[in-house]
């Protein structure tokens, strides 16, 4: 769950670079449901439960799921931060397709987390020879951490561009925000609110 990290980092250093938390609820997020749904249906393919019940059907779920994901994250590109994100969901699903659905894991990521993979994992799958090798998941976070896991490059741009959202949405000025909800008569140039 290296996401779970990067809200945490971006949220953190956000605040100690002077932002506000509250200014994040002023940030305009086109198709918010296909983000979160994908997200959320990603998610339930890592239950046991879900994976059976779903059964061969998984991998095509998986894919549309992160292209939904992807496509919400184009929607909305023009925030600072997520072109970032786009090229790291991008680089993932690439990987992803390649391989018939699954993101493939290097063995030596794996035994570096120790344990293994959790065994409700729908995704990765270790591969030997897998396609697009530089886009799976080759590294593995410190097996020590909560929530460890195998990760990509695509992972690691993902968060990158996580942390720059939420810095940025934290350190938005308040004249900005009040500049966008501001209408604006035709023609006429917008006005800055005085300090």
Known sequence: MFIVYAVAIGLLLGHVLGGRLSRLASIQFHWPWLAIGGFLIQLALFSDAVSNAVGYAGPAIYVGSTFAVLVAVLRNVRLTGLVVVAAGAGANLAAIVANGGFMPASAAAVAALGGGL???????????????????DLYAMPGWLPLASVFSVGDVLIAVGVVVVLVSGMRRSAALVLLQATPMAPGLPPEVPRP
Do not use: C, F, G, Q
């Not at 994992?121 to 886009?135: D, G, K, M, Q, T």
């Open 118 to 136: 959790p065994s409700a994992a729908a995704n990765p799958a270790i591969v030997a020879s897998p396609a697009l090798e530089p886009l799976t």
